[in-house]
């Protein structure tokens, strides 16, 4: 074979290989913005009111759903205990949620492209019987897979750096009576 028919042939498979990277990549950007649609769900269902459809239709409703907070007392194992978190702290009147925001947003995908996992920084802000509360540059991260073509997150970690400056300034947290 001449050298400029082999130079065609690696151009050709190049091209070729080139063209499946993408569309592999095209397929995950699709699922991808799936699962941020997810995780937005979880954390933006306050707003502009409280949607509970919105949060518990993103997580999965097993018994062995988790979810680690800042403290290891507020620690969630369950759909149930989760559940009952949302109902005597998040939708009870004396909360008001005012703000969240997510960004360094990282999404990847399992191989067979039926898991996720995430990481993030989330500010969140509100008051609870009128005293303000704030998570600002909160680490969060968390787990998803996809059931009956459906992402749910099945785990979730939030935790605050501790060499971060300033950081009694930064972490209100209100006692809450769960």
Same mark, same amino acid.
């Given at each position: 074979m ?7 042939a /690696?151009?050709a /498979?190049? #091209? =070729? %290989?080139?063209?499946?990277? =993408?569309?592999?990549?095209? @397929?995950? &950007? %699709?699922? @991808? $913005?799936k *699962?941020?649609q ?12 409280? !949607? ?5 239709? &993103? ?12 403290d290891s007392?507020?620690?969630?194992? %369950?759909?149930? $205990?989760?559940?009952? =978190?949302?109902d005597n ?5 004396? /909360?008001? $949620?005012? %703000?969240? &925001?997510?960004?360094?947003?990282? #999404? ?6 039926? *898991? ?14 009128g005293?303000?509360y704030?998570? /600002? !540059?909160?680490?969060w991260?968390?787990v998803? +897979?996809?059931r +009956? ?9 939030? &935790?605050? $750096? ?7 300034? +930064? ?8």
């Open positions: 001449s050298n400029r028919k082999l130079s065609f /690696l151009i /498979l190049i #091209i =070729m %290989g080139g063209g499946c990277i =993408m569309s592999e990549s095209s @397929k995950f &950007s %699709g699922e @991808k $913005a *699962v941020e997810t995780i937005n769900d979880c954390i933006m269902w306050p707003y502009p009111e409280k !949607n509970i459809d919105r949060l518990y239709s &993103s997580v999965a409703k097993d018994a062995d759903f988790l979810i680690f907070h800042p007392a507020s620690t969630i194992i %369950g759909y149930d $205990a989760f559940q009952h =978190m949302i702290v998040f939708l009870k009147d004396e /909360l008001k $949620a005012t %703000g969240s &925001s997510i960004r360094e947003l990282r #999404i990847n995908l399992s191989e067979s492209g039926d *898991v996720a996992w995430y990481s993030c920084i989330l500010d969140d802000t509100g008051e609870w019987a005293n303000p704030k998570w /600002l !540059n909160t680490r991260t968390g998803l +897979e996809k +009956e073509g459906k992402w749910l997150i099945v785990q979730m970690h939030f &935790s605050f $750096a501790s060499d971060a400056k300033n950081e009694s300034d +930064e972490q209100e947290a209100v006692e809450v009576d769960k």
